[in-house]
């Protein structure tokens, strides 16, 4: 892969730079290529440097053309790539052309025939010029020629021009009266082999070698000589960073120091981090405040505004509570740096003067007197309004709420409130603020803390490894929600295909799962789906709707394992038994895996397996029960008795659901079971006793199946023990 090719070359001695520049052969020199744009946007900016670098490597790499280390560099104005040491034209090649075999290319007198001549026209030559290759398949006439390598400075204009139209751009634009197409208009295009500039013009803008420095520090073009000097030419006298994981991290380090000196602590946002480094060639942090009476405000909201609408890194005390300071990064080095911080404060305060006076209007309403507005907000057209959904998601809740120790009353009171913070302001004007706010609200209200605390677990966990609710209500509350979701919106028909999932059903069903396997909850899924089905009666019009949730529930938690490692075998071998629990599940899939280790463990597969088979096979009726009196050999007996034995020892360990403890004791079944098949023909030609052998199988098969169907566990065994005997 072309990340393999990237290097960070930080802190390498400008010495050892400029004897790069000297290229030390003459089939080698190191290229340089940038792109020079109008402000790129921040957020893509590292992805469409990742895009283009590896483009543009994977070109020299189909043009034959060896290279050396790779280093990418972004900034808002620009995309840029040095590749050392790389070839100056591709290596001269030896191409063989096959054409007819010798026995048809001359006749019986050695005399050549139209086959012979017309590949040798075709290869501009006579026949008396064409060799002869060997091979096991014959002899045949070949034509060799010596092609010569392109030089590099041919090549690259259309690899860099495949690489810019490769770029994952979702809408390109036009500048003045350019055809040209791309994110951002191009200003400047700077493309280096050694010294020599690469002749070309892409994107209407003609090959240099000039660069530009800092919009405001060195808006000048800056002459690059020599591709090694290009990063610390632009560091030292364009006044920009280059690079941009050498950016990131200086902006790291400023705000770390900057908060030091103010006495607090910046909780640094990866996302937010990347974005702002994506803003600035030249970073300058400003340390900015704003009135404590702001403080009033739920946290969540402050911080929201100064990350999502500033691009702001917001403090935090030594307690993790939230300072009335904030860190902003100048893309200028200004000698008055107290007027950009004027100007920000100045930004800002609108911004939280909103945000308290949405707090403060929606003190005036309690949330549950907001419960009847939510018959005016549809859910979906046959579901229902916002309120029917929470009047089935609290009985939902309740139900849960009895099963694993919570409050029914909190549960179904959580439930109904669940959604009104949908109605305030605040989450009008922040929608990421929807069950904070309600949390923030309910204990304005006077609500319990579970209360309050369910209100915001309501939406977790909001994605993929977020936290999981930990109340006993909050658990209730969301288990119900998403259940509820999941069944209404395939009872209607709906369920997601292919890449569409308007209503993030995949989403609802791996957070049910999560919760109930992360929690170890006893709760009977399909009872759970059956009690959703009833509550949404009569819109459910999809037969069986129960079922294909649970199977759709299913195909997520084998992802789940998928990504643990398990094997899809072992999970099939548990799931072939649909256990009634998430948490059973999990059990299951421990024993499973312990039994896979035991040395009984092959052998017993393939009985079982042996057994699925002749079973399968078998078109008479099974019968119920064994008759011991039908028996006629003392393997038969021996199984028998021990079937009873082991059936009898792990009926108390399956009502524990120590199914470990059940497949270990079943696995001393195994010398019984190969005796019984190494001395009796099932398919024995008295139908009594046929019936009664398969009786005898179908009873040892449902003592493994209490736990899971083994027959389907992939454990090496020979194709002659799979037939029915």
């Given at each position: 892969m072309a990340d393999n090719f990237v290097r960070n070359e930080i802190g390498r001695p400008e010495a050892a730079r400029r004897d790069r520049a000297m290229e030390g052969t003459s089939h080698c020199a190191d290229l340089l290529f940038e792109l020079g744009t109008e402000e790129l946007p921040p957020v893509a900016l590292k992805k469409l440097s990742d895009a283009l670098t590896n483009a543009f490597v994977e070109g020299l790499q189909r043009a034959n053309l060896s290279h050396g280390p790779i280093h990418a560099y972004a900034t808002p104005r620009r995309l840029a790539i040095w590749v050392e040491a790389c070839a100056t034209a591709q290596p001269d090649r030896e191409i063989e052309r096959r054409g007819p075999s010798v026995q048809a290319a001359f006749d019986a007198d050695g005399n050549p025939t139209k086959a012979a001549e017309g590949f040798a026209r075709s290869c501009n030559t006579g026949v008396e010029q064409l060799e002869r290759l060997t091979t096991d398949k014959g002899e045949w006439l070949v034509y060799k020629i010596q092609e010569q390598g392109k030089p590099t400075t041919e090549l690259l204009p259309g690899i860099a021009e495949e690489s810019l139209n490769r770029l994952p751009i979702p809408k390109r634009m036009r500048w003045g009266s350019s055809e040209a197409q791309f994110v951002r208009p191009v200003q400047w295009l700077l493309f280096l082999l050694g010294k020599d500039v690469v002749r070309c013009r892409l994107l209407d803008t003609d090959a240099g070698n000039l660069t530009h420095g800092h919009r405001f520090h060195h808006p000048q073009a800056i002459r690059i000589d020599s591709p090694a000097q290009y990063e610390e030419t632009l560091r030292q006298q364009g006044k920009v960073i280059a690079d941009f994981e050498q950016r990131r991290e200086k902006i790291?380090?400023?705000?770390?120091?900057?908060?030091?000196?103010?006495?607090?602590?910046?909780?640094?946002?990866?996302?937010?981090?990347?974005?702002?480094?994506?803003?600035?060639?030249?970073?300058?942090?400003?340390?900015?405040?704003?009135?404590?009476?702001?403080?009033?405000?739920?946290?969540?909201?402050?911080?929201?505004?100064?990350?999502?609408?500033?691009?702001?890194?917001?403090?935090?005390?030594?307690?993790?509570?939230?300072?009335?300071?904030?860190?902003?990064?100048?893309?200028?080095?200004?000698?008055?740096?107290?007027?950009?911080?004027?100007?920000?404060?100045?930004?800002?305060?609108?911004?939280?003067?909103?945000?308290?006076?949405?707090?403060?209007?929606?003190?005036?309403?309690?949330?549950?007197?907001?419960?009847?507005?939510?018959?005016?907000?549809?859910?979906?057209?046959?579901?229902?309004?916002?309120?029917?959904?929470?009047?089935?998601?609290?009985?939902?809740?309740?139900?849960?709420?009895?099963?694993?120790?919570?409050?029914?009353?909190?549960?179904?009171?959580?439930?109904?409130?669940?959604?009104?913070?949908?109605?305030?302001?605040?989450?009008?004007?922040?929608?990421?603020?929807?069950?904070?706010?309600?949390?923030?609200?309910?204990?304005?209200?006077?609500?319990?803390?579970?209360?309050?605390?369910?209100?915001?677990?309501?939406?977790?966990?909001?994605?993929?490894?977020?936290?999981?609710?930990?109340?006993?209500?909050?658990?209730?509350?969301?288990?119900?929600?998403?259940?509820?979701?999941?069944?209404?919106?395939?009872?209607?028909g709906m369920k997601p295909t292919g890449d569409k999932d308007p209503f993030a059903l995949r989403r609802a069903a791996l957070g049910v799962l999560r919760v109930m396997r992360e929690h170890s909850l006893a709760l009977n899924l399909k009872q759970l789906l059956e009690q959703a089905v009833e509550l949404l009666k009569p819109a459910v019009t999809e037969a069986n709707c129960s079922d294909q949730v649970y199977a759709f529930m299913l195909e997520r938690l084998k992802g789940i394992y998928l990504e643990q490692q398990i094997p899809v075998d072992l999970f099939e071998a548990v799931a072939a038994t649909r256990p009634d629990s998430v948490a059973d599940f999990d059990r299951r899939i421990g024993a499973v895996t312990t039994f896979k280790s035991l040395p009984a463990a092959e052998a017993l597969a393939a009985a079982n397996k042996r057994i699925h088979n002749i079973l399968k096979k078998s078109e008479e009726r099974i019968p119920t029960e064994v008759d011991p009196n039908l028996f006629d050999s003392p393997q038969e007996q021996t199984l028998f008795t021990e079937v009873q034995q082991k059936g009898e020892q792990v009926a108390p360990l399956m009502a524990e659901a120590a199914y470990e403890q059940v497949l270990q004791t079943l696995a001393t079944l195994q010398e019984p079971v190969d005796q019984f098949f190494d001395h009796v023909m099932v398919m024995a030609d008295d139908p009594a006793i046929r019936s009664n052998r398969l009786a005898l199988l179908n009873r040892l098969n449902r003592l493994f199946l209490g736990v899971a169907d083994i027959s389907i566990l992939q454990i090496s065994y020979s194709d002659a023990q799979i037939s029915g005997r």
């Open positions: 790291r380090q400023q705000v770390t120091q900057t908060a030091d000196a103010i006495g607090g602590q910046a909780p640094i946002d990866e996302a937010l981090l990347d974005e702002v480094t994506g803003l600035v060639e030249w970073p300058v942090p400003i340390s900015a405040g704003f009135e404590e009476r702001f403080l009033q405000v739920p946290h969540e909201a402050l911080i929201s505004t100064m990350k999502k609408n500033q691009k702001y890194f917001h403090l935090v005390d030594h307690q993790g509570q939230l300072m009335n300071h904030f860190i902003t990064i100048a893309n200028v080095d200004s000698p008055r740096p107290e007027l950009i911080k004027e100007g920000n404060e100045r930004v800002v305060r609108p911004r939280l003067s909103d945000a308290m006076f949405f707090w403060q209007q929606d003190g005036k309403q309690t949330l549950y007197s907001r419960i009847d507005s939510l018959k005016t907000v549809l859910f979906q057209q046959q579901l229902g309004s916002m309120y029917d959904k929470s009047v089935r998601v609290a009985a939902l809740a309740g139900n849960i709420a009895d099963r694993i120790g919570g409050d029914r009353a909190q549960a179904e009171k959580a439930a109904m409130l669940s959604r009104c913070d949908l109605m305030t302001e605040m989450v009008f004007e922040f929608p990421e603020m929807q069950g904070i706010m309600g949390r923030y609200q309910a204990k304005r209200d006077g609500e319990t803390d579970e209360v309050a605390q369910a209100l915001d677990e309501f939406y977790m966990p909001r994605f993929s490894g977020d936290t999981l609710p930990q109340t006993r209500t909050g658990i209730a509350i969301s288990l119900a929600e998403r259940l509820d979701t999941l069944v209404g919106i395939f009872g209607i």
